[in-house]
C-alpha cells in the first residue's frame, strides 16, 4: 500500500510518527500552516514558523525518506486581528518560491465573522496575484454549513479563481455535494471525534464517487490519528473496495491536485 | 455490498453506539440542574434519525448547523460547541 498524507501538522508530531506514517507506506506529507493553539503575538512568529515549516519540518521528514511539502498562510483563528492579518500576509511572498511550498493554506472561516471573512478575501487575492492553488479549512460543527457556504460564495467572487485549483477540505455529509457540484475538490478529514468517521468516509466516496475527493488525517497537537489513512484504506478492503480503488484515493487522487503545483515531486 | 452484508459487518457496532446514546439520555436525566440548547438539538437530531434514510447522516448535522447566511459582527471565542444557540 502506497498513500499521500495530504494534510498533517507534522511540526506537532513525534518522529516516531514519522516512523509509522513511512512504515505504512506513505509516500509523501503536506503540512498546512495552522493555529499552533495559542495566538502568536506578532508577525515574527509567522516569520519563524514558515522557517520552520520551509526549512526544518522538511529536513527532519528527509531523516526518515519522507518528502515533505506545505502551504503558507495565517490561519483562521488567527484572523479576527486584520492588522496583524495584514502583516502577515506580506511575509508570504519572501517564501512561497521556495521548493516545497505548494501554496496558500490552510485558510477560511473558524466563527464565520466579518473579519475572518475579509482576511479569507485577502488570501484568496494573494493566491490569485500569485497563481497559487489553495487549500481551505472549513469550520468546525456548527459553523460548518454556514461557513462552507460562505466560503464558496468568495471563492466564486473572485474570477481568476479556478474551481479545479483549490481543496475544500473537512467536508461532511451536508457540506460535500455543494463543494463537489461547484466544481472543487473536497477533502475528508479522518477524525475520532469530530468531522468524519473512516466509515462515513467511505459512504461518501460510495454516494458521491471518488472523482475529486482525497482523505486526511490533519493529525496535530490534539487527539488526532496519523495513520487514519491506511487505517481507513483497511476498512475500504473489508466494505469490498479493491486494491485499485483504494489507491486511487489514497495516492492517486492527492497526486493529481497536488502535481497541478510543479513543484510536488515524489522521487 | 448487499444489505445482509453490511448488517453482517457493521450492526453489532452500530447497536452499540445507539445504547451509548442511550446511556448518554440516562446520564444527563440523573444529573441536577437545568439543560441547555444542545439537548434540545440533540432530541430535534434523534427526531430525524427515526425517519427513513436515505440522507439521515446529512439531515442530523443540519439539525447542529447555524442555518444564517450573514457573517457575524465579531468572533468572541473560537471553539464551537457542537450546536447552534439560536435554533432554540
Not at chain 1, 492553488?133 to 461557513?147: A, S, W, Y
Not at chain 2, 439539525?63 to 465579531?74: C, H, K, L, N, W
Request: glycine share 6%; hydrophobic share 45%; with cysteine.
Amino acid at each position: 500500500m502506497r498513500y499521500i498524507e495530504p494534510h498533517a501538522h507534522m511540526v506537532s508530531r513525534t518522529t516516531d510518527d514519522y516512523v509509522s506514517m513511512v512504515a505504512t507506506g506513505c509516500a509523501a506529507v503536506c503540512e498546512p500552516a495552522f493555529w499552533a493553539g495559542f495566538d502568536r503575538t506578532s508577525a515574527a512568529g509567522f516569520h519563524d514558523y514558515f522557517l520552520q515549516l520551509t526549512d526544518y519540518e522538511p529536513k527532519r521528514a528527509a531523516k526518515f525518506g519522507l518528502p515533505h511539502f506545505c502551504w503558507l498562510c495565517i490561519n483562521p483563528k488567527e484572523a479576527e486581528d486584520v492588522g496583524l492579518a495584514e502583516e502577515v500576509l506580506a511575509l508570504i511572498p519572501e517564501f512561497i518560491d521556495r521548493p516545497n511550498v505548494l501554496g496558500i493554506g490552510e485558510i477560511g472561516l473558524n466563527k464565520n465573522s466579518r473579519n475572518e471573512l475579509k482576511v479569507l478575501e485577502m488570501h484568496i487575492d494573494l493566491a490569485a496575484r500569485h497563481d497559487q492553488l489553495i487549500l481551505v479549512h472549513t469550520p468546525h460543527l456548527e459553523d460548518k454549513f454556514k461557513g462552507t457556504k460562505l466560503t464558496l460564495d468568495a471563492l466564486r467572487n473572485n474570477s481568476r479563481i479556478r474551481p479545479e485549483r483549490v481543496i475544500i477540505d473537512h467536508v461532511e455529509e451536508h457540506t460535500v455535494k455543494m463543494v463537489l457540484d461547484a466544481g472543487f475538490w473536497a477533502g475528508m478529514t479522518l477524525y475520532p471525534g469530530s468531522k468524519c468517521s473512516p466509515v462515513r468516509a467511505i459512504d461518501i466516496i460510495e454516494t458521491y464517487g471518488g472523482e475529486r475527493l482525497w482523505m486526511n488525517s490533519a493529525c496535530d497537537w490534539g487527539v488526532s490519528i496519523p495513520l487514519s489513512i491506511p487505517y481507513t484504506a483497511m476498512e475500504m478492503r473489508k466494505r469490498g473496495h479493491t486494491a485499485a480503488a483504494v489507491d486511487a484515493m489514497i495516492y492517486q487522487n492527492p497526486h493529481r491536485f497536488l502535481s497541478q503545483c510543479a513543484k510536488f515531486a515524489i522521487p | 455490498m448487499t444489505r445482509q452484508a453490511i448488517l453482517d459487518l457493521d450492526f453489532v457496532e452500530a447497536r452499540h453506539k445507539l445504547i451509548d446514546l442511550g446511556a448518554f439520555l440516562d446520564r444527563v436525566a440523573r444529573a441536577e440542574g437545568r439543560d441547555d440548547f444542545r439537548l434540545t438539538a440533540f432530541h430535534a437530531a434523534i427526531a430525524e434519525l427515526a425517519k427513513p434514510a436515505p440522507h439521515a447522516a446529512e439531515r442530523i448535522l443540519l439539525v447542529f448547523s447555524d442555518p444564517t447566511s450573514e457573517p457575524i459582527p465579531a468572533a468572541t471565542t473560537k471553539a464551537a460547541c457542537g450546536a447552534w444557540p439560536g435554533a432554540v
